[in-house]
Every structure is written in structure tokens, then in C-alpha cells.
């Protein structure tokens, strides 16, 4: 019998290991996920080489982020887990969105504004027409609900107009796909400054923590953790550090706010900045440990990958021979 739930997608980047901020904002939800959905994920490659990556490390970093995916939670007997690249379909459907994504549109997408203004050297067309490869990702599995941190919200939404358009344009082939993003923990900011996200490819160690950061790692970020004058433990606007810290420790600890201001009433910074850093070290622990099995038995990693890739491209073939007959290719 067909699968009738509904399906979520989602990607994540081997550009290195995975932050903190990947863990909260998105690969945390994605094995509970599977309880609910028909769920799909992959470690999106392609989308890796807008910036220029060194081949030998985006290959290993590639094997370590599906294995960090399979740590955390996602079980490849429930769920789809394949390397973009092995999924040929990727590429074809994102030219066809292409002929049906704005030049207009593509050029108010502020992680493109952004991404050129610290890759000035390297403004190539794949980080322009990345939300277009992002929007083949998502419509190849007519995903209903998509996962991600708040920075993605922006690429989520030009999916849905893409594919609205592209049903408008067509008749009705694609799902519409909906962001699917968390009230709590959808945009962690730097320990270091936080004003900014808390992201990986951040030039200062200090300001993220890495899923593989050993113990003694994480303690000294946190430690090092800026924070705001004052020494209450208080959520607050004029507060954005120790906000940021409330947020990750909440969701460590389950522990609301209430909670949390009233454990440390009268304790100044110093602890809380080692209960918080303690908190992330009790979770990330055993998923290094799962992680460091996975990864020393590389055969069975390659095996689920090889069949997760399968099960992709079986669902993307129909889909693309869906879209190529719609626009009037032919196929001999
Ligand atoms: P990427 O690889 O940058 O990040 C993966 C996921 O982590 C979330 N995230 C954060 N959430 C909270 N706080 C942070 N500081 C933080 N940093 C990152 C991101 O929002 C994302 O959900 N374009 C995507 C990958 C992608 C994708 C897709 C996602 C490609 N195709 C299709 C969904 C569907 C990206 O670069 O994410």
C-alpha cells in the first residue's frame, strides 16, 4: 500500500562538520520527524562547490555528514538518506526551474547578498542559482513540509512559488512545499557575537561549536561565551547573549524559561556558562559515540547510502519524466 502521509525533505550541506546551530535549528528534528512523515533526506554535495572546496575534504566531509544524520536520529529503515550527486535528477529538474525562476527573484535572496559579500573573489553563477537547485531538491519528491533553520525560510518560499508557477504554467504537477521551521532554536547565534548566526564557515573557532568538538572543546567555547553587562540570567531584547544561551540550554534540558531564571537567581554568569556548555556536552556525547561506530564500519555506511540513493532516483525518475513530457520534450 502507498505511503499516505505526508512527506518531508530536507538537506544539509558537507561543508565541514555540522554547528551547534544545524544540530538546534534543523538535523534535531528530522529523526522524530519520521514518526509522522514519509521523510527524505539528503547531504546536499552540489550545493557544497558554490564555494570552492578542496576534493579530498568534501569527499570525507560528505561520509561524515550522512553518518553525523544517521547519529542523530535518522534511521535509513524509516527513512530515504542519499548523497545529492548520486541522484542524477537533481541537476536535470533545476534547469527546467531555471527557465521558470526570475532573474528578479533570484537577486533578492539575501543569503546570495551575503554569501557574495565574504566570497567576493568567487561570485560564480551556481551561487546565484543555488535556491534553483534547492527548489529541484524539494519538488523532485513533491515534499509537503521542509525543515529548516530560519535562513533557509527565504529559498523555501521561492520552492513554492516556483512550483506554483510551474503548476499554473503546466496543470498541476507539483506539490506545494511549506517551510516547517521551529519556534524555539530556528536561528542560534555566535557565542561570539550575537548579533550573527552561528555558522561553520565563521573564521573564529570560538564563535560555534562543532557536533565533533570534544568535550574539553565545548566547555571552553561555552566558558568563553560572550554575554551581556549585567550578571542576571534573564531573557531579554538588551540581553542577546544570554538569550541565545537560554535558548540552547532550554532546549538541552527541556527546561523552560521560567525554569532556567529561577536555577540560576543570585549565580552569576560564570555557572550558567558551564551548566549551558555541560548541557550540550550530555547531548552531543552519545551521538559522537554512535557517530565514531558508524564511521569505522564505512562498508554498511556505503551500503545504506547506495540504497537510499536507489529509492531516490526511483521516485525522482517518475517525477522528472512527469515534468520533461509536460514541457513537451520528447522521448524516444
Ligand atoms: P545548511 O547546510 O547551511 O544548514 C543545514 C540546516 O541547518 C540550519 N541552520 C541553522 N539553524 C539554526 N541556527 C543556525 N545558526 C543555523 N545554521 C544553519 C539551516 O537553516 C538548515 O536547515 N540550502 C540549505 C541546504 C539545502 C536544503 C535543500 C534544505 C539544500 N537543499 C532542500 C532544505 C531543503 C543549506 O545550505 O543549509
Known amino acids: 500500500m502507498a505511503d499516505q502521509r505526508e512527506r518531508v525533505f530536507s538537506g544539509i550541506?558537507?561543508?565541514?562538520?555540522?554547528?551547534?546551530?544545524?544540530?538546534?535549528?534543523?538535523?534535531?528534528?528530522?529523526?522524530?520527524?519520521?514518526?509522522?512523515?514519509?521523510?527524505?533526506?539528503?547531504?546536499?554535495?552540489?550545493?557544497?562547490?558554490?564555494?570552492?572546496?578542496?576534493p579530498a575534504a568534501l569527499r570525507k566531509a560528505t561520509y561524515e555528514a550522512a553518518a553525523m544524520l544517521l547519529a542523530s536520529g535518522i534511521d535509513p529503515e524509516q527513512s530515504v538518506i542519499f548523497i545529492q550527486s548520486e541522484v542524477p535528477q537533481h541537476a536535470e529538474l533545476s534547469w527546467v526551474l531555471a527557465c521558470n525562476t526570475m532573474f528578479g527573484e533570484l537577486s533578492r535572496m539575501t543569503q546570495f547578498k551575503d554569501k557574495s559579500k565574504k566570497n567576493a573573489d568567487n561570485i560564480n553563477g551556481g551561487l546565484f542559482t543555488y535556491p534553483i537547485l534547492m527548489a529541484a531538491d524539494i519538488l523532485l519528491y513533491n515534499a509537503h513540509q521542509v525543515p529548516v533553520g530560519v535562513d533557509q525560510k527565504q529559498h523555501v518560499e521561492l520552492s513554492r512559488d516556483i512550483a506554483q508557477r510551474f503548476n499554473n504554467a503546466y496543470s498541476d504537477t507539483f506539490v506545494v512545499p511549506a517551510p516547517l521551521i521551529q519556534k524555539q532554536g530556528a536561528k542560534v547565534?555566535?557565542?561570539?557575537?550575537?548579533?550573527?548566526?552561528?555558522?561553520?564557515?565563521?573564521?573564529?573557532?570560538?564563535?560555534?561549536?562543532?557536533?565533533?568538538?570534544?568535550?574539553?572543546?565545548?566547555?571552553?567555547?561555552?566558558?568563553?561565551?560572550?554575554?551581556?553587562?549585567?550578571?542576571?540570567?534573564?531573557?531579554?531584547?538588551?540581553?542577546?547573549?544570554?538569550?541565545?544561551?537560554?535558548?540552547?540550554?532550554?532546549?538541552?534540558?527541556?527546561?523552560?524559561?521560567?525554569?532556567?531564571?529561577?536555577?540560576?537567581?543570585?549565580?552569576?554568569?560564570?555557572?550558567?556558562?558551564e551548566a549551558v556548555g555541560q548541557s550540550v556536552i550530555d547531548v552531543f556525547t552519545p551521538i559522537q559515540q554512535r557517530y565514531g561506530e558508524i564511521l569505522a564500519d564505512?562498508?554498511?555506511?556505503?551500503?545504506?547510502?547506495?540504497?537510499?540513493?536507489?529509492?531516490?532516483?526511483?521516485?525522482?525518475?517518475?517525477?522528472?519524466?512527469?515534468?520533461?513530457?509536460?514541457?513537451?520534450?520528447?522521448?524516444n
Not at 538535523?27 to 527524505?40: F, K, N, S, T
Not at 570560538?206 to 561555552?222: G, L, S, T
Not at 529509492?311 to 517518475?318: L, M, P, S
Request: aromatic content about 8%.
Open 13 to 54: 550541506q558537507p561543508s565541514g562538520t555540522f554547528t551547534l546551530g544545524n544540530y538546534v535549528g534543523a538535523v534535531r528534528h528530522w529523526g522524530p520527524l519520521q514518526a509522522e512523515y514519509d521523510c527524505i533526506y539528503s547531504v546536499v554535495n552540489m550545493h557544497a562547490i558554490t564555494v570552492r572546496q578542496q
Open 189 to 273: 547565534m555566535s557565542l561570539q557575537d550575537p548579533a550573527a548566526k552561528m555558522s561553520k564557515s565563521d573564521p573564529n573557532e570560538n564563535a560555534y561549536v562543532a557536533m565533533d568538538d570534544a568535550p574539553e572543546v565545548i566547555m571552553r567555547k561555552f566558558k568563553r561565551a560572550v554575554t551581556d553587562s549585567g550578571g542576571e540570567v534573564r531573557r531579554a531584547e538588551d540581553k542577546p547573549g544570554v538569550s541565545n544561551l537560554m535558548t540552547i540550554y532550554g532546549i538541552m534540558t527541556g527546561k523552560d524559561d521560567a525554569a532556567i531564571e529561577a536555577e540560576f537567581a543570585g549565580r552569576g554568569y560564570g555557572d550558567f556558562k
Open 298 to 331: 564505512k562498508a554498511e555506511l556505503e551500503r545504506i547510502l547506495r540504497e537510499g540513493a536507489e529509492k531516490a532516483r526511483r521516485i525522482a525518475a517518475k517525477t522528472l519524466s512527469k515534468v520533461y513530457r509536460k514541457v513537451g520534450f520528447v522521448s
